[in-house]
């Protein structure tokens, strides 16, 4: 797993995962955690329990939304009931003992801690969700925990690079309409009418804007590092039939 050193603090724990050190094989080596992916799924389980065993938590206690690509977030207690509504792309706590993740495979992987609150968030960000305003509510559902935005740190994990995410026309209009200065995130591509989007930026920028402590990327790019990264563009253009999902999470160890 990557770490990053802006979220080490006491009584936290974390990690960005990569696709490597599970049990799945083939084009989900190795370590998928994708229940929604056509893998074996007691080779998902498996690999889960290796991510929760990294945290030093229990297997149910590593916890994980079912992602719509929506702005909605979950403040979570303990592992899921089955009467719960997952349906989320953010989740947040303040219980010790709880490990929040979400999963990606370009879309952009945000950690959230305000260290002193003892609070934490975990947030998926596709270009929908951060457009639709996941990031910030995330913060929000961070404070109505107990942590105060000015203490806060995000951390951005693995997402896919502007020179690998080419979109067309109609994307294009929906960022520059929505405001002008979105223009900054856009450069031509070789494609007629086509540019590369930076979404890594985009979502700092998002950050940056909200009035937190302070907001890092990584900076590793999904679709360019096959050896350590799943990537469903990747995927897409090779024609393969499914792709794995990378988990990224968080924990209060209480300690």
Sequence with gaps: MIKSEDLDAPGIAHGFFTRQGGVSTDIYGSLNIGFGSDDEQHNVAENRRRIAQRLSVESDHLISPHQIHSPDVIAVNGPWSPEDDRRADALVTNKPGVAIGIATADCGPVLFADAQAGVIGAAHSGWKGAVGGVLENTIMAMEGLGAQRSRVTAVLGPTISQKAYEVGPEFFARFV???????????????????????????????????????????????????????????????????????????????
Aim: proline residues 5%.
């Design 177 to 255: 309409t929505e405001h002008p200065d979105n223009k900054r995130f856009f450069i031509a591509s070789q494609k007629p009418d086509h540019h590369q989007f930076d979404l890594p930026a985009f979502i700092i920028d998002r950050l940056g804007k909200s009035g937190i402590k302070q907001a890092k990327s990584l900076g590793h790019c999904t679709y360019g590092d096959e050896d350590r990264f799943f990537s469903y563009r990747r995927t897409t253009h090779r024609g393969e039939p499914d792709y794995g999902r990378l988990m990224s999470a968080i924990v209060l160890t209480g300690k």
